[in-house]
Structures are given as structure tokens and as C-alpha cells.
């Protein structure tokens, strides 16, 4: 089995022994160290596709790019976290590092332990990031995320489209391209726009179920959407496209109503014998469920080819009485022509000018649309239905189907009618009930109390997968499972009990042993006696519509396991959670939060804030722990009220707490705003940062204790170079050589600008510069002490304020010692007095130290740029040390010049 990869980490550091040890660190760890020290290398090795895991970078890199500077251009072409290794601490350099990279922030020698810690924290935030990217990804919900865009008044105007996955424009049918960088007004109609901001604003203010459903007319689209903040002012939505689902949805319960008002009709029709109320109960309940206005029922006599009067209701006596002195022919008017065509016929409107129709008669009535359906038995036509309306309503395409079938079934209630009124054709009825049952869309089936069957249509019986001939004489228990005989024993049961039974689903077996759903209803036969002889029921096989419906909720199957998946992924994360209702008390939460404040109470509503967060006021106030009057200084408790109470979220504040079991910790908070079942809740989020604050802690005694140690250093410094220069001043005071004592007197002065310097850097505060102005001043002064002369002459000082590093500091005071000596030793010599000028000015990096006299020059023979006295050598050498020249005029005095960059 392959061995897994060691994780790879890009180490930028400038500094060499720290970039030493620090490998060394992670090495020894397990990690692959690439090292480099400027911002350059680090995006070469990046742009090379060098198998870098993270990257580990320096702020201050030296000379060049600046950390920060390399990390935005890696950040811009390559994902990868990246975390800053600085001894920076200063709020404003953090929060820079921050707008670049949320990987975190390590401060330089805080320890190996929060290294490392940080690293893996580094790597697992990656990780989430990555598996929470590819779950939108690959989402098969549409994810689009939205930037709020607000007007003048501070209130929602428009959203922006900042990014959609691929699922979006499958449900939406629009393009990422197309949407992203637009806002919504952009892409909707005025009046859709507005819809649609209006509801996301009222949902991301609590003031509606983040939960929605949404009708897109520019898309002619239904969508399901789920709506939740992610950071200021920006949110997502996640949405499915239930158009299709809303349309099967509308299709079945239509179709179920339908089904149902054509089943209840029938029954109803069924319970009566009498011809004349079964005719008028089926008009009644027809023209009802349509809502039209009249209707008619012809029936046919098959011996003279006519249509006589049935029927009929909504119409005027004068109307009726018309039609019923004129019996139609078979193919004569509507009625007729129905009756020989067999085939419905629909006029959707202004029926009083089909010729076919007594139009003055029909226009009186204000009648103006119009379906007519015939009434068959197999072969022959016993009758048609009218139904008519007036305007306004007009009857439909879609209502045709309901007559036809109403027409199919009451078929079967006026053949029972007429056997019932005409028993000397008792046997022609049976043939006539046999066909229409047969040639019915239904399946239909008979059998006795016992269950036996006795009769069963076609349709019934190729259902099951049977020829009718196949079936009479079996019982119920043949085409269902005991479990399934249960619920068809119960619903026989009431049906003899009560005479029917409504519309209802069963599962069958089919011939070959599948199971199928069928939508049955039921009525009970009497006999002579009206004792229950037989039980009648009609069925549909529903199992195409019982698929659709399956297909329709598994979209949302399917969005509920993706939310489950989401939680699962929440569970995992080491931040702490709690989640508090209206009352303050905690609803939910996750195990990083009990793991953090080590708590073992409940998270059903009981606990509240100081049963986990305990802060030092609660620890003083035990009894008062989360009650308003005795938590009012508790910072905690007062963020969780502030939002509860709706005001706006607490972000990043720090916190002493005290865990279940007395040890302390310091975390890091926030409190946002939640919306759960239409109330406002608060969502509570903590990370410890115990080991940081501890961190800060060591490295600012340890900061303390070398400043100390430097001053210290600097003073025994100080009074080393004091010594020095005590123990010269003795020997040239003890020296009968003037040469020497002169000599020893150059030396003095010489340390002497050397102490200048430590007294400047002992006072102050910063050991790594000092101001020229105040130094130069300062050893000016004092050369000017030292020499008797001097005070013969006049010193002028123009030196510019500026700091420099302390070895050019050096360099430039023992410039200055020489120069300054030089003249006030040479310079004036058999004068009475003169002008010492010393003069520094800085011109961005250049530096230029002037000292220059009036006296009485140098000795013409000698060229200043070879002249070899020591001081002046010195001079020479440290202006070539400083990357600069050294040049000497003279004429009416001296002018020295030293220049160099800083």
C-alpha cells in the first residue's frame, strides 16, 4: 500500500538561524520544510507548481517584497492556506493579515507546542473550507449567494448575484455568466424584482420562514427556497425547481377530486331506483361540481332511434316544455348528433348560433357554452347529458373528461333504475349493466357478503392480469397479502354497516405477484327485502400516479439528507455552538461546546447561560447566573440579551470563563441573530484562546525582562568607555612626551564621542536608533569643552532630525570628533577668534555631513585628499565604510564634506 504524502510547508523567512529552527521544529514533526528568504522566491516556488501544502510567511522579509505583499499575489493565483509568522503583535499589522488570509496569525518564538497547534488548526480549516466548497459544488439543489444593495434610507433596494453553482442553472436555466455580477432588478421584470427583494429582505429580518415557496413568471417556474444569512450583508439561497412537482401535484389532486365527485356521484346515483330521482340527482350533483347553470338528460329508445326527454334543470318551463313535445332523432340537433357519433361534444361559447341547437329559444335562455356526452351500454346509447352555462363562466376543455366519465357511470345507475321500473326486461338490464361495465373506463367488480366474486368487468380483471371468465368464483383474499386482507376486511365491514364506502387506496396483487395501489369506492346491493346481498365497487389503477408522487418528494428527500449531511459537518467543528431561545435558555448545541466548558447539563431548553459559560460574575453571583437583574455586568449574558432582544450582533470580544470543573480559560466570542419557527434566537459562537493569551503573556515578561537587560548592558557600556577614557586622561596627564600626550588626548576624544552615543541610547528608549540632531549637538558641545581655544569661537549648528541606526551612529561620531578636533585644534592657530560651522542634512537617502572654518586653511603644498595625519584617515576610511566620499577644500578656511547613503 503506497505511503501517504508528508504535508509540505513553503517556510518564508529572512532571517537565517530563525528559518533554521524552525524547520527543525516541523521537521521533527513529520512536515516537508521548503525554505526561502524573500517574498520573490516564495511566489516562484508557488507559480512552479511545487506540491506545496501551506505556506508559513514572515511580515518584515528585509530588503524587497513585504510578506504580506508575497502572500496576496500566492493567495490570487493558487488556494492554499497560508498562515503569517511574525513578531509583530501590533492591532493594526493583525488586522491587515486578517483581509488577506483567515489561517491564522503566529507570533515568532511563541512556542513549539502553539506551532504546531496552529498549523493542524490551519490545515483542518482548509479542509472544511475545501468539503464544504465541494458539497455546493456538487449540490444537486441550485446554491446562488447574494450581496444585499441598499438605498439611501439604509432599507433593501437590490441583490447582487456573487456566485452560483452548477445545479443553479440547471433549476433555473440561467447561466453563471448571465447572473453573476448582476444585481436581481437587472435580470426580473420591475413587479417580479420587487416580489422577490421584498421577500428575501423580510426573511433575512425575521419576519418570514427562511423556508419558501415562489412562483418566477419570467421563468414560468415554481422554486423551493431556503434562505439563510452568511455574513454581512450577504446570504444565500438554496432552491430546487418544484415546477414540475407542483404541476403533478395540481394534476393529481385535480384528478383525485375529479375521481372522487365521479365516484360519489355514481354511488349517489346508485342508491336510487327510481328513474326520475336518479336522472335529477346526477344533473343536480353534475352541474354543481362544474358550477354551469343547466343541463339535460335524454334518454334513448334503442326500438325507435329517438331521444326522448330524461331530465333537466336550470331552465324555464317554456324551454322544457318545448323539448318535450319534439323528441329528437338520432342525429337530429345536439343530442342527436352526440347520440349517433357517439363522440362529446364542447362549444365553449355563444351556443345559441349552432345550427344545430332551437337558437331563439336557447338565446332567450342567455345559454352560451355547452358539453354534451353520450350515455353508452357497449353498443348502444341509452342517453346523453347536457350541461350548459351562462356567462360569465364558461365551461372548459378540461371539464369534458369529468362528463364523459359521469356519463360512463351513470350508465350503470340508470340501467339499475329501469330494471328497477321495468321488470319484465329484468334480463336485457343485466346484459345492458354487463356491457356498460365492461366498456367502462373503471374497473368494476360484484360479489357477495362472504366475499365471492360473482362478476368483474374487463377492465378489473386484465388489471390484475385475468380474463373475467377467470375470476368469478374467487374470493377477495385472492388478489391481496394477509396484511393487505386486514384493511379490505375492515373496509367490507363498514361498507354493509353503512351501504358504501368513500374513495379509498388499497394494495393489490397482480397475476405475475407485484403489488400495485388502486383507488377503490364501494356501494352496497340490496335485495327484495333490502337485506345486503351484494357489494359493488369501482377501482382505478393509480400505480402512474403513486410514481409521479414519488418522484415529486424525492427532490425534497434528497434536500433534507443534504441538510442532515450539512449538521453531520457542524458536529465536527472544534468551535462551540449554542444556540439560545426568547427565554435564555439553550436549545441546541454542539459537542465541541460541551467538550470546551465541560458541561454535562441538557441542551433541551433548560440549561441556561452560566450552566456552561461561567464568567467571574457568575462565579461571585452563582444564584443569579443568567437572570437579567443579577447578570446585568456580565458581558456575556448582556451580547446574548442585546441580539435577543434585537439588537445587532457581537463580534470577536474575549472572556476569562471557568469551566464545569474550576479551571479557567480564555475564549474568544460572538452573538449573532437566528430566526427559528418565526422567533428571534441567538446563535452563541466561542473558540478558546487560552494557549494565545498565554502566549502574549510569556513573550511580554520576556519582552520586559531583555529591555531591562539591554539598559543594563548599555550602562555597563557606558561606564566601561568612562573608565577608558579616565585611565587615557591619567596617562597623558602623567606623560612628560608632548607627542604622546597629544596623542593620548586624540584617543580621549575619540572615546569620548563613543560615550556620547550610549548616554544618547541609555536615555532613550529605543536601542536601534537615535537622533542625529540630539547626538551631533551633544558631541559637539562637548569637543567644544575640551579644547581652551573654543572659546574664542563662534559654533554654529544646523543639523537636520532625523534617526539612524546605531553602527552608522558610530561612524558618524568619530567623523565628526576628527573634523571638529581638527579645526578648532588648526583651524584658528595665531588667530583671536573665528567660525566653526557643522552642519548635517538628509535629502531622501542622502546624507551629507559639512564642517567648514574661516581660518587659516591647510598648508597649500599638502592636498587634502592625500594628507596623511591620522585623524583625517580615519576620516577617509569610515566614509568608505559608509559607502560614501570624503572631500576637503580649502582657500579662505577648510570645508571637509563626508557623504553617504543611508
Request: hydrophobic letters at 40%.
Amino acid at each position: 500500500m503506497e505511503e501517504a504524502r508528508a504535508q509540505t510547508i513553503l517556510l518564508v523567512e529572512d532571517e537565517p538561524l530563525v528559518a533554521m529552527a524552525e524547520t527543525m521544529t516541523l521537521e521533527m514533526n513529520g512536515y516537508t520544510v521548503i525554505t526561502v528568504g524573500t517574498g520573490e522566491e516564495a511566489i516562484e516556488i508557488v507559480r512552479n507548481g511545487s506540491a506545496v501544502d501551506l505556506v508559513l510567511m514572515d511580515i518584515d522579509l528585509g530588503p524587497g517584497m513585504s510578506g504580506t505583499d508575497a502572500a496576496t499575489i500566492i493567495l490570487a493565483e493558487r488556494e492554499l492556506p497560508l498562515v503569517f509568522l511574525s513578531s509583530h503583535t501590533e492591532p493594526a499589522v493583525v488586522e491587515q493579515t486578517e483581509g488577506i488570509t483567515s489561517y491564522g496569525y503566529i507570533v515568532k518564538n511563541c512556542g513549539e507546542t502553539v506551532l504546531l497547534a496552529s498549523i493542524r488548526m490551519a490545515f483542518r480549516l482548509y479542509e472544511s473550507r475545501r468539503l464544504f466548497a465541494d458539497v455546493v459544488t456538487h449540490s444537486i439543489n441550485g446554491v446562488c449567494v447574494h450581496r444585499v444593495i441598499r438605498d439611501e434610507k439604509g432599507e433593501p433596494f437590490d441583490c447582487e448575484y456573487l456566485q452560483v453553482n452548477g445545479a443553479f442553472e440547471a433549476h433555473t436555466g440561467l447561466s453563471a455568466p448571465a447572473v453573476t455580477g448582476r444585481t436581481i432588478r437587472g435580470i426580473f421584470p420591475r413587479e417580479e424584482a420587487d416580489d422577490v427583494i421584498r421577500l428575501y429582505a423580510d426573511v433575512l429580518a425575521g419576519r418570514a420562514d427562511s423556508r419558501q415557496e415562489l412562483y418566477f413568471a419570467a421563468i414560468e417556474s415554481w422554486f423551493e427556497l431556503s434562505i439563510f444569512p452568511t455574513r454581512k450583508e450577504e446570504f444565500a439561497v438554496v432552491l430546487s425547481n418544484i415546477t414540475e412537482r407542483k404541476r403533478i401535484q395540481e394534476s393529481i389532486a385535480a384528478h383525485q377530486r375529479r375521481l372522487a365527485e365521479v365516484n360519489r356521484i355514481a354511488v349517489l346515483a346508485n342508491h336510487e331506483l327510481v328513474l326520475d330521482r336518479v336522472l335529477a340527482l346526477i344533473l343536480e350533483e353534475t352541474v354543481t361540481s362544474l358550477d354551469a347553470s343547466a343541463g339535460i338528460v335524454s334518454l334513448s329508445d334503442p326500438d325507435t332511434q329517438m331521444l326522448s326527454w330524461g331530465a333537466s334543470l336550470g331552465l324555464s318551463d317554456e324551454f322544457v316544455d318545448q323539448y318535450r313535445r319534439t323528441p329528437a332523432r338520432m342525429g337530429e340537433g345536439l343530442a342527436g348528433t352526440i347520440a349517433q357519433t357517439r363522440e362529446p361534444v364542447f362549444i365553449p361559447e355563444d351556443v345559441s348560433n349552432d345550427p344545430r341547437l332551437a337558437r331563439p329559444m336557447a338565446r332567450r335562455e342567455g345559454l352560451d357554452s355547452y358539453i354534451g356526452v353520450p350515455i353508452l351500454a357497449a353498443d348502444q346509447v341509452i342517453g346523453v347529458m347536457s350541461i350548459l352555462a351562462r356567462a360569465p363562466r364558461h365551461l372548459t376543455e378540461e371539464d369534458v373528461p369529468f362528463c364523459s366519465a359521469v356519463g360512463a357511470q351513470v350508465g350503470w345507475a340508470i340501467v339499475n333504475a329501469r330494471l328497477h321500473a321495468e321488470q319484465v326486461r329484468a334480463q336485457e338490464a343485466n346484459r345492458l349493466f354487463r356491457t356498460i361495465s365492461d366498456a367502462a373506463v373503471f374497473g368494476s367488480a360484484i360479489a357477495d357478503t362472504q366475499g365471492n366474486l360473482v362478476y368483474v368487468n374487463r377492465s378489473f380483471a386484465r388489471v390484475h392480469g385475468y380474463e373475467p371468465e377467470d375470476l368469478i368464483g374467487r374470493h377477495l383474499s385472492f388478489f391481496h397479502t394477509p396484511e393487505q386482507m386486514e384493511a379490505v376486511d375492515r373496509t367490507v365491514t363498514h361498507m354493509i354497516r353503512h351501504g358504501y364506502f368513500e374513495p379509498v387506496e388499497t394494495w393489490h396483487l397482480r397475476r405475475d405477484g407485484t403489488e400495485f395501489p388502486m383507488l377503490m369506492s364501494g356501494v352496497v346491493i340490496n335485495d327484495a327485502n333490502g337485506a345486503p346481498h351484494y357489494i359493488g365497487a369501482s377501482a382505478v389503477d393509480i400505480t402512474a400516479i403513486k410514481r409521479a408522487e414519488e418522484r415529486a418528494f424525492d427532490a425534497h428527500r434528497r434536500l433534507e439528507d443534504a441538510l442532515e449531511r450539512a449538521m453531520t459537518i457542524m458536529s465536527a467543528v472544534p468551535t462551540a455552538v449554542l444556540v439560545f431561545d426568547p427565554s435564555e435558555h439553550i436549545v441546541d448545541g454542539n459537542p465541541a461546546a460541551r467538550r470546551m466548558f465541560r458541561s454535562s447539563s441538557p441542551l433541551n431548553g433548560t440549561a441556561r447561560c452560566g450552566d456552561y459559560i461561567r464568567c467571574r460574575h457568575c462565579l461571585e453571583h452563582r444564584e443569579g447566573c443568567g437572570d437579567t437583574a443579577m447578570c446585568c455586568d456580565c458581558e456575556i449574558n448582556a451580547a446574548i440579551m442585546q441580539v435577543l432582544q434585537g439588537g445587532p450582533a457581537v463580534d470577536d470580544q474575549e472572556k476569562e470563563v471557568e469551566q464545569a470543573d474550576g479551571e479557567r480559560l480564555w475564549i474568544r466570542f460572538s452573538v449573532v441573530p437566528l430566526t427559528l419557527q418565526d422567533e428571534r434566537c441567538a446563535l452563541f459562537v466561542a473558540q478558546d484562546v487560552s494557549a494565545h493569551k498565554e502566549a502574549e503573556s510569556q513573550i511580554a515578561r520576556q519582552l520586559a525582562e531583555k529591555e531591562t537587560l539591554l539598559k543594563e548592558v548599555h550602562h555597563r557600556v557606558k561606564n566601561s568607555i568612562a573608565g577608558i577614557r579616565g585611565l587615557l586622561t591619567l596617562q597623558a596627564a602623567s606623560s612628560g612626551s608632548e607627542e604622546v600626550k597629544t596623542a593620548l588626548d586624540d584617543a580621549i576624544s575619540r572615546v569620548r564621542s563613543m560615550g556620547e552615543l550610549y548616554e544618547k541610547l541609555l536615555l532613550g528608549d529605543e536601542y536601534r536608533e537615535v537622533s542625529i540632531r540630539e547626538y551631533a549637538e551633544g558631541l559637539v558641545a562637548s569637543i567644544r569643552e575640551v579644547h581652551p581655544a573654543s572659546g574664542r569661537v563662534a559654533v554654529e549648528t544646523s543639523i537636520a532630525d532625523f534617526a539612524i541606526d546605531t553602527r552608522t551612529a558610530v561612524s558618524v561620531g568619530i567623523i565628526l570628533n576628527e573634523l571638529v578636533t581638527n579645526a578648532f585644534k588648526y583651524a584658528f592657530a595665531g588667530r583671536d577668534g573665528g567660525t566653526l560651522s557643522v552642519g548635517i542634512d538628509r535629502h531622501a537617502s542622502a546624507v551629507t555631513i559639512t564642517v567648514r572654518d574661516d581660518g587659516v586653511g591647510l598648508d597649500p603644498d599638502r592636498a587634502p585628499q592625500t594628507a596623511s595625519g591620522l585623524g583625517l584617515t580615519l576620516v577617509r576610511m569610515l566614509a568608505e565604510q559608509l559607502g560614501g566620499t570624503f572631500t576637503m577644500e580649502t582657500g579662505l578656511g577648510t570645508r571637509s564634506v563626508v557623504r553617504f547613503e543611508l
